[in-house]
């Protein structure tokens, strides 16, 4: 593509919000673009403290977006580049994008994008898979050790004027990660950084993923391929980073939690519909499981009644796993290299699909 040129201006949009700010992304390209002529026009929406996203609504066929199409259609126009966290993208968005030829989405997967749409136009799309990976594992492993250690326990009781003692109670202290054997349910990005993690501490791991095999690195590293009804039954912590497909809602239910040993933990900080809240809090009830850590729920946010928030083995978080400041650099680095190889005529290393 020859924009960019004196003849030919590159006008890029950028829309962003309260995370994924705006100035991130004109820093990184601006890196990028060097000689090149670039108009910038960005917006910020008030996500997340003043809007709301909306996972799904039936009658669009994008998901997890804040606003509506028409909302972002005057802003589209005349934009050759679009730089997008969370506005929905859709076959009418594009008729009002008429010089529109890339779309860059600052996230794992382009849920708000309409891709037909896209493809059919010729419009290139790209995202930044990877780009929360290391902050989604480290919270993973910070959380867990957050609930079987009582840590934030531990804090409520203290900043209420109880220091506690009953948290060094045999009965209540919790175990060592280097006892433990953590199954991993999901091994990409995410899954294999919990791993490298974990392995310091001296956990056994084994790994569900139907689709990814182990490198010599895994097993040196002693961590073992299983299928999923053996892990669950041999693992004392399950962690949950699938990514959502037909396959995987849902694939943790009744019968699944029924095969883990008794008096084990479960961590999901991927997305709520891969896991049975109902029958994850009657486990946690009964003692079957010991605890639980979750930082994304089913639906999103839960309702404030819901029994689960009550309960004490719980260690619970809004949806936060993936944000961290690194995530926001990391996703903008990676759009403004896509870009420029676009431009420059070569493929991009991330695109959609």
Not at 81 to 93: E, F, G, Y
């Amino acid at each position: 593509m020859r924009l960019g040129t004196s003849d030919s201006p590159l006008t890029i949009g950028i829309i962003g919000d309260g995370f994924m700010q705006p100035g991130f992304f004109e820093v990184a390209l601006t890196r990028q673009l060097v000689g090149r002529n670039v108009n910038y026009r960005n917006l910020e929406l008030q996500w997340p403290l003043k809007l709301s996203s909306t996972k799904h609504d039936p009658s669009l066929p994008v998901a997890e977006f804040v606003g509506r199409p028409e909302d972002y259609f005057g802003f589209l126009s005349g934009l050759d580049v679009l730089i997008t966290h969370l506005a929905p993208i859709t076959r009418d968005s594009l008729r009002h994008a008429e010089r529109l030829k890339i779309i860059a989405v600052s996230r794992g997967g382009p849920v708000n994008v309409e891709m037909a749409a896209a493809r059919e136009r010729g419009v290139i799309v790209i995202n930044t898979p990877g780009r929360n990976a290391s902050a989604v594992a480290e919270f993973t492993v910070g959380s867990l050790l957050a609930e079987t250690r009582n840590l934030i326990r531990g804090h409520q009781t203290v900043a209420s004027g109880n220091f506690g003692r009953e948290f060094y109670h045999f009965d209540s202290v919790g175990p060592e990660l280097g006892e433990l054997t953590v199954g991993i349910v999901g091994y990409g990005e995410i899954g294999t950084r919990v791993a490298r993690l974990l392995a310091p501490f001296g956990c056994k791991m084994l790994v569900f993923d139907p689709f990814k095999s182990l490198t010599e690195e895994d097993r040196q590293a002693g961590i073992e391929k299983a299928d999923l009804d053996d892990l669950l039954r041999r693992s004392d912590v399950v962690t949950l980073h699938p990514r959502v497909t037909p396959q995987t809602k849902g694939m943790i239910g009744r019968a699944q939690i029924a095969l883990m040993k008794t008096g084990a933990y479960i961590v999901n900080t991927t997305r709520g519909q891969v896991l049975d809240y109902a029958a994850l809090y009657d486990a946690l009830v009964s003692g079957k499981l010991k605890g639980a850590v979750l930082d994304t729920f089913d639906p999103e946010p839960p309702p404030e009644d819901s029994p689960l928030l009550k309960l004490p083995n719980v260690t619970l978080s809004p949806h936060i796993a993936g944000a961290s400041r690194y995530s926001v650099t990391k996703a903008a680095d990676m759009i403004a290299s896509d870009i420029r190889l676009i431009l420059d005529g070569k493929p991009p290393l991330y695109p959609a699909t």
